[in-house]
């Protein structure tokens, strides 16, 4: 099972001339592309009605479960199947004085920039299709700078205000959060010592107490603050709850979605859940040992499940936030971002400094782990009361009329 990916492939370009070098890398990168947009398409499809029944659940009421199909209803997941054709037959409404040009291109762009994120990651030990170049990182974060762009074009061709303030505080969210994602990523290019994301895999390889402790990054003191804070910065840059303010209804309508309708507003929800499933693999290749199994007797399990099974339970965990949590003021968020996760992600690149520094203290790992989650947990509390002061706790007095 682990290489059977990799022996298919090999399978169909052996119809292919042997010595057309050109034609064979083409057709693999063209079963790479489609194999990714099959999966992560279902994936994308599934995970829609699956959130619609968590949130359900959470708010203890039904999800959908009336779609059937030939007298099947299957627990209703069939309904994305059914909000595909409803998509795709809906008329499509451009404002009059709207840029046609760039309202068209605009979903398209954020779905493609979304699918090279995507490609950047190593799905398993034989599964990396950019994964493997010797700056794959940086090429993630190339790819995701273009949701930047994508949401400017779709705000300011729409001919709406709406959409345009709604544009402007996207990009505000989306560079303030930008940041803390570099610099925690930059304490895991420190530690393994090479910015390829199948190096950064290997650098996690191995286990501690006989097997049963994994050694990814999330189990030493700078890579949990670092998990923790890469968490709540791809939370804002997905635009997922509580950071949902570029779509905050009841201030600016549909934020800069107002005019897109039919297929082209489907292409943006479809965006949105590949970026947020690329920027949940960085974050399982970063800091949760990517393909490696998380006990040693498990190995047995191909690779490329272990990387799926973590990224699902990553994305599954985003719509958990967004049932419990509420939504941010403006002023609020970016007060989170630059006085807070910032300041944080910079003493947890100093922590990570020492780790890196202290490799060679053998008996004395104990206290190196102590003191690197001391300082996490010392600037984790000391920047939480700089962040609420002022502000926190709230003391309500009642005024005799």
């Not at 947020?276 to 490329?304: I, Y």
């Not at 944080?344 to 690197?372: D, I, P, T, Y």
């Amino acid at each position: 099972m682990e290489t059977f990916p990799v022996d298919f492939l090999e399978w169909l370009l052996g119809f292919l001339p042997g010595d057309a070098h050109w034609l064979r890398w083409m057709a693999g990168a063209g079963v790479a592309i489609g194999a990714i947009l099959s999966v992560f398409g279902l994936t994308f499809a599934f995970l829609t009605v699956t959130e619609r029944k968590l949130l359900g659940r959470f708010q203890n009421r039904y999800g959908p479960n009336r779609v059937r199909v030939l007298g099947v209803r299957c627990f209703g997941f069939f309904q994305p199947f059914a909000d595909a054709v409803k998509a795709l037959t809906k008329e499509d409404v451009v404002p009059r004085g709207a840029d046609r040009v760039v309202h068209f291109v605009a979903p398209v762009v954020a779905v493609g920039f979304s699918v090279l994120g995507l490609a950047a990651l190593p799905f398993g030990r034989d599964l990396t299709v950019l994964g493997g170049m010797d700056a794959s990182l940086v090429y993630f974060f190339a790819a995701g700078a273009g949701a930047e762009l994508v949401v400017f074009m779709a705000g300011w061709s729409s001919c709406n205000k709406y959409a345009l303030i709604s544009a402007l505080r996207a990009l505000a969210q989306l560079v303030s959060y930008e940041l803390p994602l570099l610099l925690t990523a930059l304490v895991v290019v420190m530690s393994a010592g090479s910015l390829s994301l199948v190096d950064v895999v290997d650098a996690q390889d191995g286990w501690w107490l006989g097997g049963l402790v994994p050694q990814w990054f999330v189990f030493t003191p700078w890579g949990l603050t670092g998990g923790l804070v890469f968490y709540i910065a791809a939370l804002a840059e997905c635009n997922r709850c509580p950071f949902d303010l570029p779509e905050g209804e009841s201030e600016i309508i549909a934020g800069y979605l107002t005019e897109y309708s039919g297929f082209k507003y489907a292409l943006f929800f479809m965006g949105e859940y590949f970026g947020m499933a690329a920027l949940s693999g960085l974050g399982v290749t970063l800091f949760l040992g990517g393909w490696q199994a998380p006990c040693e007797f498990l190995q047995f399990v191909p690779s490329f499940v272990w990387f799926y099974v973590k990224l699902v339970g990553v994305i599954l965990s985003f719509m958990w936030m967004r049932a419990t949590l509420l939504r941010l003021r403006m002023d609020q968020l970016m007060r989170l971002a630059w006085k807070f996760l910032v300041p944080l992600a910079l003493v947890n690149l100093w922590v990570g400094v020492f780790w890196v520094g202290s490799a060679e203290w053998g008996v004395w790992w104990g206290l190196r782990w102590a003191m690197g989650f001391g300082v996490s947990v010392g600037a984790f509390v000391g920047l939480g009361r700089l962040l609420g002061e002022g502000f926190a706790p709230r003391r309500y007095r009642y005024v005799a009329e």
